[in-house]
């Protein structure tokens, strides 16, 4: 079963730093661009960072530029978001999306169309 | 950064109606528009991707069409699973951005 699963989320203090998890399964994770997309409570999705297949490129969203950096281990099949500084407006459920689509039984790579989620993991910004 | 607005903000229909979704671009995503279907305490899955095509396992009764700045999410006849929000993005530029999302309930 092809499928992602994010880990690490909880309750932290602003100024505070996380590190959340996302392990691949299922599928070759290396040749696929992979994502963060989080979802403040009750609010919309916001796109937050991408990396390339071999981690050479990164991408973020203006609010988190400097704060977060996006980061992989192809051999571990697993992707990571270190965040620090955090703040509340931080808080939000955060999913990790694999960049992709499947075709006529075959999957490719495409960046920023996001075919698999994780489950998804919260966290908290609070004091 | 590329803004998209969905309209409507909430859709009430009944079962087996014609649901029709919009999304507006503020400037050309070419054909790099995709649609998400969320429902509550799920993630997002994807429907349609690069204006028209379906992904992997999706009924033919979702369709989507448009091109530039204007798309469009078709459900043919609804279903009752199919009572969720939908939000559209672009990939066109970073940063990939999504729309605020269509809440489809019932009527």
């Known amino acids: 079963e092809v499928q992602l699963v994010e880990s690490g989320g909880g309750l932290v203090q602003p100024g505070g730093s996380l590190r959340l998890s996302c392990t691949a399964s299922g599928f070759t994770f290396s040749p696929y661009s992979m994502s963060w997309v989080r979802q403040a409570p009750g609010m919309g999705l916001e796109w937050v960072a991408n990396?390339?297949?071999?981690?050479?490129?990164?991408y973020y969203v203006d609010s988190v530029k400097g704060r977060f950096t996006i980061s992989r281990d192809n051999a571990k099949n697993s992707l990571y978001l270190q965040m620090n500084s955090l703040r509340a407006e931080d808080t939000a459920v955060y999913y990790c999306?694999?960049?992709?689509?499947?075709?006529?039984?075959?999957?490719?790579?495409?960046?920023?169309?996001?075919?698999?989620w994780g489950q998804g993991s919260m966290v908290t910004v609070s004091s | 950064e590329i803004v998209l607005t969905q309209s409507p903000a909430t859709l009430s229909l009944s079962p087996g109606d014609r649901a029709t979704l919009s999304c507006r671009a503020s400037?050309?995503?070419?054909?790099?528009l995709a649609w998400y279907q969320q429902k509550p305490g799920q993630a997002p899955r994807l429907l349609i991707y690069?204006?028209?095509n379906r992904a992997t396992g999706i009924p033919a009764r979702f369709s989507g069409s448009g091109s530039g700045t204007d798309f469009t999410l078709t459900i043919s006849s609804l279903e009752p699973e199919d009572f969720a929000v939908y939000y559209c993005q672009q990939r066109m530029s970073w940063p990939i951005t999504f729309g605020q999302g269509t809440r489809l309930e019932i009527k």
């Open positions: 690069d204006t028209s």
């Open positions: 999306a694999r960049d992709g689509y499947c075709s006529g039984g075959s999957c490719y790579s495409a960046v920023g169309n996001f075919d698999i």
């Open positions: 400037q050309s995503v070419s054909s790099y």
């Open positions: 990396i390339k297949q071999d981690g050479s490129e990164k």
